[in-house]
């Protein structure tokens, strides 16, 4: 066993010297200097007596020539030896901080032990790279998209080729999901578009009295053209989702996009109300029922959500706001604070001036209208305390819906240069056949296999080491 040929670490070993291997890099250290720091990964080499706790800090050993090896940077490994000489430790300038911060980590050395002419440099640059400028970033993330997006986007392409009739119901999909892919999906596009217009029209102008009817019973009646464009818009609705659910490449991952389920979402309620009225009756037999048709009618007004599947700009309003959530979460803080402080003075100044202040919560609509710049005007001070009050809630209102507009339109840049890039990926994806998408897949798994068997084969010096390197149990 390993313990028992590791005896050379006892109480004598200050003299006794190892050897460290770091990526070919071959260095001799003392025991001595290695036990001054224990808490490191060469310092807890010295309390191993068994194979397993020796291979969890190094990636192989001899141990008849006392020489342990790293698969790690060995430029990097110098500063680490002079960090053992000295007991201080020098940053890398040709590192970046947070390759510097893996590194010192791996090796078990503590920010503490940064010597006093690097420690103000290191935190400086790790403090710039967290604060990084939002816009270089964005510039950089939208030159190309994400290559898990366009990697999930080459596997569905792929897909396309073990189906029936493959090509053409790949390049269908992509005419329906893509508008900018042909001059079909442009006119697609349109037509979709134009449709969604329609019907909230139509919705839009069912809601005025000259254009409701009413039977002898008193019940309102759509007005027959108005119901006619409503089924048209509905048979529209119904043949673009039941389409995109035939001709998509993963059903299952159908479902799952925020998208299509705006899509499902459009056209259910039109078939819940229809349902009621065939097998219940019309709404004023319903009772409270009636009343939730009615919502399920009103439900029609989120089609306009259809939309953001043909604008870009609204696809990265939604992911703006998703991935905004910190930013939005804190203006929602700051205005129930400012809320809460403002509509507390002015309750006090004018709860006797009969003005619409008679409680705290009733000051809060005021306070809300106030905070957020709109000013109905419904509600306002009269004493001089008051108006004090009220101007600096809305100074102070100013001043905190200013405060995140800037990260959150920076955000919005970001996303929409990415759905753009993204787009663009869609398309020369799509132009592709199946074949090529294949080969280039095949040629990128080669690469990345390439890629790790070398990674594999550690440093020239670890490459003669066999199992009989390795003392027999």
């Known amino acids: 066993m390993v313990n028992k040929t590791l005896n050379y670490w006892g109480p004598g070993f200050e003299e006794d010297v190892i050897n460290i291997n770091v990526g070919g890099l071959r260095r001799r250290l003392s025991s001595s200097a290695l036990s001054k720091f224990p808490d490191t990964r060469l310092g807890r080499l010295l309390s191993c007596d068994s194979e397993e706790s020796i291979l969890q800090l190094c990636d192989d050993y001899d141990v008849s020539a006392r020489e342990f090896y790293f698969d790690r940077n060995p430029g990097f490994f110098l500063y680490v030896l002079h960090f053992y000489q000295t007991g201080k430790l020098h940053v890398m300038e040709e590192l970046c901080v947070f390759s510097f911060c893996q590194e010192i980590e791996y090796w078990g050395i503590n920010e503490f032990f940064l010597d006093s ?14 604060h990084h400028n939002w816009d270089e970033e964005s ?23 073990t189906l029936r009739c ?11 999901e893509n508008p900018g892919y042909s001059i079909p999906s442009k006119l697609f596009s ?46 529209w609705f119904t043949f673009e989702v039941s389409s995109r659910l035939l001709l998509s490449p993963n059903p299952r991952k159908f479902f799952t996009h925020p998208l299509n389920l705006i899509d499902i979402v459009s056209v259910l309620p039109f078939y819940f109300t229809l349902l009621v009225d065939v097998t219940v009756g019309s709404d004023s037999e319903l009772g409270n029922l009636g009343k939730v048709v009615q919502v399920f ?7 306009v959500l259809k939309l953001a599947r043909h604008s870009t700009g609204l696809r990265s309003l939604g992911a703006t706001l998703k991935h905004s ?11 129930a604070v400012g809320v809460s402080v403002f509509s507390g003075v002015a309750y006090t100044a004018e709860k006797e001036e009969d003005v619409g202040f008679d409680t ?26 008051g108006k004090l009050a009220a101007s600096g809630c809305i100074l102070g209102g100013i001043l905190v819906v200013a405060l995140p507009i800037t990260i959150i339109f920076n955000k919005f840049s970001h996303f929409y240069r990415k759905q753009k890039a993204l787009e ?29 068997s070398s990674l594999g084969r550690g440093s020239p010096d670890r490459r003669g080491l066999t199992a009989g390197a390795h003392p027999a149990p």
């Open 360 to 385: 705290i919560p009733a000051c809060w609509w005021w306070g809300t209208v106030s905070m957020t710049t709109v000013g109905y005007g419904d509600v306002v001070p009269v004493t001089v305390a």
């Open 297 to 303: 009618r009103l439900m029609r007004i989120f089609r």
């Open 139 to 161: 510039e950089v993330s939208s030159v190309d998209t994400s290559p898990d997006e366009i990697s999930d986007i080459n596997h569905d392409l792929l897909r396309y080729s």
């Open 190 to 235: 349109f037509v979709s578009i134009t449709v969604v217009l329609v019907s909230i029209a139509t919705m839009c102008i069912h809601s005025m009295p000259e254009y409701q009817g009413v039977d002898e019973n008193g019940n309102v009646l759509d007005e027959p053209i108005l119901h006619k464009l409503e089924y048209f818009c509905i048979s």
């Open 117 to 130: 002419c690097c420690s103000y440099r290191y935190h400086e640059r790790k403090l710039e790279s967290r």
């Open 424 to 452: 663009a990926a869609v398309r020369n994806s799509g132009k592709k056949d199946p074949e090529d998408v294949e080969s280039i897949s095949s040629r990128d798994r080669d690469s990345e296999a390439l890629s790790e």
């Open 166 to 176: 493959g090509n053409v119901r790949k390049r269908l999909w992509l005419t329906m």
């Open 325 to 335: 959530y910190r930013e939005v979460g804190i203006l929602l803080l700051y205005l």
